[in-house]
T-cell receptor, first 114, second 113 residues
Framework: DTAVSQTPKYLVTQMGNDKSIKCEQN?????MYWYKQDSKKFLKIMFS???????INETVPNRFSPKSPDKAHLNLHINSLELGDSAVYFC?????????????FGSGTRLTVV | KNQVEQSPQSLIILEGKNCTLQ??????????LRWYKQDTGRGPVSLTI?????NTKSNGRYTATLDADTKQSSLHITASQLSDSASYIC????????????FGTGTRLQVFP
């Protein structure tokens, strides 16, 4: 049973489309994140949620909207996709967002916008 | 300039050899420093976690060191194996923003037989 699972693993779509990436965790962790890894393999935080509440919203275009229907899920919806959105998106969880616990990452969703 | 810089950017070694990866950071004050291993097509997996008061932490053939005065950390891999081929990422959590990881630029390690 995968601890943090993301779907889909690969997503190829055209510019201008709207798409969603889903993340589910079965660890019972309170805090979930979305990270973006660019072509240079550099990971940067986008959002964090603690118990369904938005905690961090880095300078991400408002075309990106996270949604947490419950503590075990954090989905990422992207409107009007642009070429620059192509990247690998990672979902991650931690027991509590105070920096003292380990993080568990999903295996990533590779988004390609054409 | 990134708050967490790593060197070298990439490294090729032969199986069985040792290697050391470097991490310099400017995040201050910091809560803890972590090393992650990321295999191709996978998410990062934690290797070590060190608080500012720890100097060294081992996990099997991986040994991380930390010098909080010079803001440097290293990851030493002993007797490398082919499965060590991956990206190694240094990650810092600052004391003021304990809910976000600050990732380094990563070192891409390739181990050849």
């Amino acid at each position: 049973d995968t601890a943090v699972s993301q779907t889909p693993k690969y997503l190829v779509t055209q510019m201008g489309n709207d798409k969603s990436i889903k993340c589910e965790q079965n660890l019972g962790h309170d805090t979930m994140y979305w990270y973006k890894q660019d072509s240079k393999k550099f990971l940067k935080i986008m959002f964090s949620y603690n118990n369904k509440e938005l905690i961090i919203n880095e300078t991400v275009p408002n075309r990106f909207s996270p949604k947490s229907p419950d503590k075990a899920h954090l989905n990422l919806h992207i409107n009007s996709l642009e070429l620059g959105d192509s990247a690998v998106y990672f979902c991650a969880t931690t027991e509590s967002g105070d920096g003292n616990y380990g993080y568990t990452f999903g295996s990533g969703t590779r988004l390609t916008v054409v | 300039k990134n708050q967490v810089e790593q060197s070298p950017q990439s490294l090729i070694i032969l199986e069985g050899k040792n290697c050391t990866l470097q991490c310099n950071y400017t995040v201050s004050p910091f809560s803890n420093l972590r090393w992650y291993k990321q295999d191709t097509g996978r998410g990062p997996v934690s290797l070590t976690i060190m608080t500012f008061s720890e100097n060294t932490k081992s996990n099997g053939r991986y040994t991380a060191t930390l010098d909080a005065d010079t803001k440097q950390s290293s990851l030493h891999i002993t007797a490398s194996q082919l499965s060590d081929s991956a990206s190694y990422i240094c990650v810092v959590i600052g004391s003021y923003n304990t809910d976000k990881l600050i990732f380094g630029t990563g070192t891409r390690l390739q181990v050849f037989p």
